[in-house]
T-cell receptor, first 114, second 111 residues
Framework: EPEVTQTPSHQVTQMGQEVILRCVPI?????FYWYRQILGQKVEFLVS????????KSEIFDDQFSVERPDGSNFTLKIRSTKLEDSAMYFC????????????FGPGTRLTVL | SQQGEEDPQALSIQEGENATMNCSYK?????LQWYRQNSGRGLVHLIL?????REKHSGRLRVTLDTSKKSSSLLITASRAADTASYFC???????????FGTGTQLKVEL
């Protein structure tokens, strides 16, 4: 069964460093998402992406964040200058349809900012 | 209350018993989804129920949706130790595809 994959599974970085989290969505999916979950808290939406542009973003997704689909398979989340509060589990998801279809999540990348 | 609140927050049962988790939401929805998360792991999609459906089954899972009460329930029958996880409801909100998750129910199934 096709699945969303994410790399790395765990990333440790120093505050102020840039990190890139990588995702390979399911191949025939058109919509891509990033969510995050701070330890012990709710899963929160960050951004959705379709047709090579951001469709929607949350207040969390400020200028420090960016997303890109550099080729036909990868979908990346970049945090330019990490802060301690960026420490969280980051989930990538993908879906085939807008607004009415299942979103399939990857296993997550645990980001630890020291 | 927030969009997507589950209760109870925690539930502990014996293997073989049924587990029922509830979710309430505030805004109109076109579907509601349930996910499972094992400790520290990813989110696994369990079932999606559309706003024009009242009940849906998948294996040992039974989901109901009452749009008049803005609530849903997830029933796991004949629970197993492997069902131990957190369960979340999620709804698309804001007119787009953004999923808003609830706070989750932590289910523990003991042998």
């Amino acid at each position: 069964e096709p699945e969303v994959t994410q790399t790395p599974s765990h990333q440790v970085t120093q505050m102020g460093q840039e990190v890139i989290l990588r995702c390979v969505p399911i191949s025939n999916h058109l919509y891509f998402y990033w969510y995050r979950q701070i330890l012990g808290q709710k899963v929160e939406f960050l951004v959705s992406f379709y047709n090579n542009e951001i469709s929607e973003k949350s207040e969390i997704f400020d200028d420090q964040f960016s997303v890109e689909r550099p080729d036909g398979s990868n979908f990346t989340l970049k945090i330019r200058s990490t802060k301690l509060e960026d420490s969280a589990m980051y989930f990538c998801a993908s879906s085939t349809e807008w607004g009415s279809d299942t979103q399939y999540f990857g296993p997550g990348t645990r980001l630890t900012v020291l | 209350s927030q969009q997507g609140e589950e209760d109870p927050q925690a539930l502990s049962i014996q293997e073989g018993e049924n587990a029922t988790m509830n979710c309430s939401y505030k805004t109109s929805i076109n579907n509601l989804q349930w996910y499972r998360q094992n400790s520290g792991r990813g989110l696994v999609h369990l079932i999606l129920i559309r706003s024009n459906e009242r009940e849906k089954h998948s294996g040992r899972l039974r989901v109901t949706l009452d749009t008049s009460k803005k609530s849903s329930s997830l029933l796991i029958t004949a629970s197993r130790a492997a069902d131990t996880a957190s369960y979340f409801c999620a709804t698309p909100t804001g007119g787009g595809n953004k999923l808003t998750f609830g706070t989750g129910t932590q289910l523990k199934v003991e042998l």
